[in-house]
């Protein structure tokens, strides 16, 4: 099945490139089907690159998904032409009286920011209160994590001694969980951040269940015990050189980073990096799409917020 996207975005052009199959809105307009709605509010600085990196890993689910962009505010990004954003992105106040099956919110390089100092806390506190009721499972991508959890949990980040970058082997801690359906026992994920939710106080939570961790890089995957809100403080999503580029652009600005751990050949970063974790974060797009979205979202969207399945984990 195809994903929709709206008209005229660059990245169907990347996409189909690729043979990944998608339609553009006013084609799905003429098929009569009940697409799953997807809203991604983007944070990353690079919208295009990023909205690209997630397209992919929605596109290789049998469900027809219908994805619309988000931002945050109407202020000019720095990295993203304002055309590209007026064109494709819908605020806040246009959507919200929408109801939409998934969201996924994104990561944002302010890890080392306090909440209170990020200019659109209030619109993202906001927009996390108003997803309770109108959208059937949040997907949390790195930044976003820590943010909801502050917010929605009361679990404050911590600052960590030295930023976590590069790629770590991962272990299942719950088996039955949905969205670790088909992993290996361990397995790799991308890493980029300056802080990290402590475990410890993710331990006292009645409602939150640990999925997945890493020995290197902390807690790793963790939801809610009824699918409404899933946590991965990763980054599944990166493209082979994201780590790369990071690491290049923190040279370039004088920083005197850390040579990203067990990403580049031989851990030398004048070789390529050798690709470790694709296969497991398409994986886990798709699960969270089928078990947390599709088969827990009501048929009538109208419904979400007001009926919830049982979230069965056989």
């Known amino acids: 099945m195809p ?3 709206p008209d005229g975005l660059p990245a169907s052009k990347v996409l189909q490139e690729e043979n990944i199959f998608c339609i553009d809105s006013s084609a799905a307009q ?3 089907i009940r697409a799953i709605r997807v809203l991604l509010l983007n944070l990353m600085p690079k919208k295009i690159e ?12 049998p469900l027809q998904v219908d994805v619309e962009l988000l931002r945050i505010s109407d202020r000019p990004s720095k990295h993203t032409p304002i055309e590209h954003m ?3 992105y819908k605020d806040f106040s246009e959507i919200k009286k929408n109801k939409y099956d998934g969201l996924i919110i994104t990561g944002a390089p302010l890890g080392q920011v306090d909440f209170d100092d990020v200019s659109f806390w209030p619109d993202l506190k906001e927009i996390m209160d108003w997803s309770v009721n109108n959208v059937t499972s949040v997907l949390f991508l790195c930044w976003a994590v820590q943010a909801a959890m502050y917010h929605l949990y009361g679990v404050n980040k911590t600052i960590l001694p030295k930023k976590i970058s590069g790629v770590y082997p991962h272990r299942i801690v719950n088996p039955l969980s949905p969205i670790v359906r088909g992993f290996d026992d361990v397995f790799n994920a991308p890493h980029s951040r300056y802080a990290e939710v402590p475990t410890a106080e993710l331990e006292k939570l009645d409602d939150i269940e640990m999925i997945a961790d890493s020995e290197f ?4 995957v963790w939801g809610h015990k009824d699918g409404r809100h899933l946590f991965v403080t990763g980054h599944s999503e990166y493209e082979p050189n994201c780590l790369k ?5 923190d040279l370039e600005a004088g920083v005197n980073p850390e040579v990203p751990e067990n ?8 070789q390529d990096p050798v690709v470790t974790w694709k296969s497991h974060g398409n994986l886990l797009f798709i699960n969270w799409l089928n078990y947390y979205v599709y088969q ?19």
């Not at 990196?53 to 929605?58: C, D, G, N, T, Y």
């Not at 890089?217 to 790793?220: D, T």
């Not at 580029?245 to 652009?249: P, V």
């Open 3 to 5: 994903l929709k996207i």
């Open 245 to 249: 580029d990071e690491y290049e652009r």
């Open 217 to 220: 890089a902390g807690s790793y």
């Open 263 to 270: 990403y580049f050949l031989n851990d030398d970063p004048s």
């Open 50 to 61: 990023t909205e690209i990196h997630i397209l992919r890993m929605l596109s290789n689910s």
């Open 296 to 314: 827990q979202t009501p048929f009538d969207p109208e419904d979400i917020g007001k009926l919830r399945r049982s979230f069965g984990l056989i």
């Open 30 to 32: 003429q098929q009569d």
């Open 86 to 88: 007026d064109n494709f």
